[in-house]
């Protein structure tokens, strides 16, 4: 086995580099002569724009330039939306402009009304208080639910009764029938909590104008540059050629990082009109206001089940909040990416899943960790709880009676997936042996003898793995003796510098050391399918894995010129060329020296051992996993404690176990933060109220217990490296594992329902009425 192949715990190569300060992000680049532009934004919901004056800032002190809806002239400039929805009734969604500033509306507060640049930000932010707006404030809607009840405040024109699109999956008619006979049916209603998304590095970005060459360079926090720099082509009527997106270290993504933001394009217009590099950086305050948000759902699911407790119909209907206006993904979420999971690991013959996506005034709502499938995870696993509780059965029980069995692999979905393994029924068995779950009785006892409320509660998650099937990678042997791989995705915190390297270090027996991961350079890398989904390992590894089958393939052509023999009879192994039966060999970093200046050895096959490939992928992956969470509520004050976290997870081979483990222990605790801590609220005139860390609690270490954390691998079958992705899989499971176990705890009250956030308020507001009743 190679010293720092696959499978082993290699500590992160960026860790030095990062928690010694030597990370580069996006706001410690500065530019010789850079300006600093700031964002006035909008104080109103909703409102019109009767008019702008700018005169008086442009005169105030240190000011370059002030820049209105006005100064983008005839280029259409705006955010665009990928996601083409078709309603139920055939027809197109709703389609209204998201704006790079606002001319004529304002929708949220903190939408984008002027752009002020000036020689310091000081200077820029006083020059913004002299911008006089003349606006009529309009009443606005901020409610997701609400939003469409009759004579509400309506968002777009282009969007009658606030609905962005009314999107159906399934068969009514079989679903029907299926409810119609069915022993058993069980219906709940869920809220899915809107969140910010906080990521550790606010957003940013730095743009410099090339006046003679008319090229645009921009620096800015991405998770993939190409969709960036097309966009900032279109909106400033440039060439993509011209435009060349720089993502240095990025602080957390999350899916938010994933969109293109108004700001980018008024910085890099900035610059290209005043002829300086321009710098902005939103402070704390404007990302609460101005980054997209996640989840956001309301939803109705029912469950049919037989006289043998099977599974025989689900329908869930669910209304999904986009805010404001739609990002890159955001009709994609709630339709398209939650249905992927919504059965579960059920053998379920028949469900339909309904969305309607409405607008409301408040921050666009997208793609956030897991992106769709938390929400339709939670749903279910909820749901299998609340059937089997009014059954009378040990809801894991119901849970095994209708598995997918390993026997049924592979397994198409009601929703149209194929699962290409799982043992769902071995991994709960293990978690629950780790977890002591038979156990779990005789402990909520001892809790009650305390005056405390114990629970346990159980999540069985899959997810899928999604994004671009597409990735590249190149490989490059430098003259240092180093080896670049270029890739598509960008890292935001994974691990990505130390994952390749094992993956090449495996391949090729290149010194781990010597490899050099290069990413977030839309100029010399052509293109990728950049970081989401949890596709990076899956994708960009077989990508590296292919460009290294490259060069093998060249280096034993190079290698049989060398020693002067056929292709056909080179061997590689070990990091070695040699000569197949004889002591001849030599060193692949050696060959790459070499080969530098050596003839073609045939045709095609010119400039050395570098390659660079594209490959697309025939199918996702589908990592599951079992969460059971155990938790103690103090009657006196609402609080929980989570006193046991067990998760077993199946994610196919594991390539590093640190690095995975990390990974899941960071989305676990954005999950327990969604279901114990975590709520955005709007008052009744689309005001955030929860707009600062004063008001907006955050998961801290003191709030999560010790994870036991193991995985049983059940090697994927959709790619070589037999991976299943693990990046989002934490905060999948996490929020209905808690929530499940909250309504154990007080059932013995007679509460049936705990909606997240489960804050000591609001439990402790339940236990009360509950005992009231």
């Known amino acids: 086995m190679a010293k720092f192949g696959v499978g082993q715990s290699v500590r992160r190569v960026e860790d030095q580099r990062l928690i010694t300060g030597h990370g580069r992000y996006t706001n410690d680049i500065s530019v010789d002569g850079q300006a600093y532009g700031y964002v006035l934004r909008s104080p109103h919901a909703h409102a019109k724009i009767k008019g702008i004056e700018t005169e008086a800032a442009k005169a105030a002190p240190g000011v370059l330039g002030v820049f209105t809806a006005a100064d983008f002239g005839s280029v259409d400039a705006g955010v665009p939306c990928f996601i083409p929805v078709k309603n139920k009734d055939g027809s197109d969604r709703a389609d209204p402009k998201h704006p790079i500033l606002c001319k004529d509306e304002v929708n949220y507060v903190g939408d984008n009304v002027a752009f002020i640049v000036a020689e310091t930000l000081a200077q820029a932010i006083d020059a913004s208080e002299l911008v006089e707006v003349d606006y009529e404030e309009l009443p ?22 606030n609905i962005a699109f009314d999107w159906l999956h399934g068969d009514e008619g079989k ?23 906080n990521a550790m590095e606010p957003r940013a970005a730095v743009a410099t104008f090339d006046q003679a060459s008319g090229e645009l360079v921009v620096h800015t926090g991405t998770q993939g540059g190409w969709a960036f720099r097309d966009t900032l082509a279109q909106n400033l009527g440039l060439d993509p050629e011209k435009v060349q997106v720089l993502t240095p270290d990025v602080g957390g993504g999350f ?7 108004p700001e980018y394009t ?27 948000m996640g989840r956001d759902h309301v939803t109705t699911a029912e469950l049919a089940l037989d006289a043998d407790h099977k599974i025989t119909g689900l329908r869930v209907s669910t209304i999904a909040s986009m805010g404001a206006y739609y990002y890159f993904f955001a ?9 992927k999971v919504l059965p579960g690991v059920y053998d379920i013959p028949a469900l339909t899943y309904a969305v309607k996506g409405v607008f409301t005034n408040t921050v666009p709502v997208d793609a956030y960790r897991g992106a769709g499938r938390p929400e ?26 209708n598995y997918i069995k390993p026997e049924q692999m592979p397994y198409t979905t009601a929703a149209g997936e194929v699962y290409d393994t799982g043992e769902f029924e071995r991994v709960m068995d293990t978690a629950m042996q780790k977890a002591d779950y038979a156990g779990a009785a005789a402990r909520k006892k001892e809790a009650a003898a305390k005056g405390r409320y114990r629970g346990i509660g159980m999540c069985y998650y899959i997810e899928s793995t999604m994004g671009d099937p597409a990735e590249s990678a190149g490989v490059e042997f430098n003259d240092d003796g180093t080896v670049s791989v270029l890739v598509g995705t960008q890292s935001n915190g994974q691990g990505h510098e130390t994952a390749y390297a094992q993956v090449l270090h495996q391949k090729l027996n290149v010194p781990f050391e010597q490899i050099r991961i290069v990413q977030g350079d839309t100029k010399r890398i052509k293109g990728g399918g950049g970081t989401g989904g949890s596709r990076s390992l899956t994708a960009q590894g077989t990508a590296i894995n292919s460009a290294g089958d490259l060069v093998i393939e060249r280096g034993k052509a190079y290698a049989a010129q060398h020693f002067e023999t056929a292709a056909a009879d080179i061997q ?73 976290y067990t998760i077993v997870d199946d994610f196919g081979f594991v390539l590093n176990p640190m690095l995975v483990e990390g990974q899941v222990h960071g989305g676990v605790v954005q999950g327990i933060g969604q279901a114990l801590l975590e709520h955005t609220v709007y008052d009744e005139h689309g005001q955030l109220v929860t707009g600062s860390y004063m008001d907006y609690c955050m998961p801290r270490a003191d709030d999560v217990p010790n994870f036991d954390f193991s995985t049983v691998e059940v090697l994927c079958k959709n790619n070589a490296m037999g991976v299943k992705g693990c990046g989002e899989a934490g905060s999948v499971g996490s929020c209905a594992a808690v929530i499940n176990a909250l309504v154990d705890a007080l059932e013995p009250l007679g509460v049936r329902r705990v909606d997240m956030p489960a804050t000591p308020e609001k439990l402790w507001r339940l236990m009360h009425e509950a005992k009231a009743a």
Not at 140 to 161: D, I, Y
Not at 255 to 261: I, V
Not at 600 to 612: F, M, R, T, V, Y
Request: hydrophobic letters at 45%; aromatic letters at 6%; one cysteine or more.
């Open 140 to 161: 606005a809607v901020a409610g997701t639910k609400e939003a469409l009840e009759p004579g509400r405040p309506q968002v777009h024109p282009e969007a009658p009764s």
């Open 572 to 644: 590689f192994q070990e990091g070695a060329f040699s000569v197949a039966g004889t002591d001849k060999s030599i060193d692949i970093m050696e060959l790459a020296a070499k080969a530098r200046t050596m003839a073609s050895p045939a045709e095609g096959i010119e400039g050395g051992l570098d390659a660079a490939t594209t490959i697309t992928l025939d199918a996702w992956t589908f990592p599951n996993g079992c969460h059971i969470a155990e938790v103690e509520v103090d009657p006196d004050t609402g609080i929980t404690s989570i006193v046991n």
């Open 175 to 197: 679903v029907e029938a299926a409810f119609k006979s069915a022993a058993h049916t069980t219906k709940i209603e869920l809220i899915n909590n809107r969140l910010v998304c």
């Open 255 to 261: 899916g938010m990082k994933a969109m293109f933001y």
């Open 376 to 401: 339709s995870i939670y749903c279910m696993e909820r749901l299998i709880d609340a059937a089997a509780r009014e059954l009378k059965m040990e809801p894991t029980e119901l849970r095994r009676i």
């Open 266 to 292: 008024m910085t890099a217009l900035a610059a290209t009109r005043l002829g300086r590099p321009v710098k902005w950086t939103a402070d704390r305050s404007e990302s609460f206001l101005s980054d997209t």
């Open 331 to 339: 009709p994609f979420i709630p339709t398209g990416a939650a249905l």
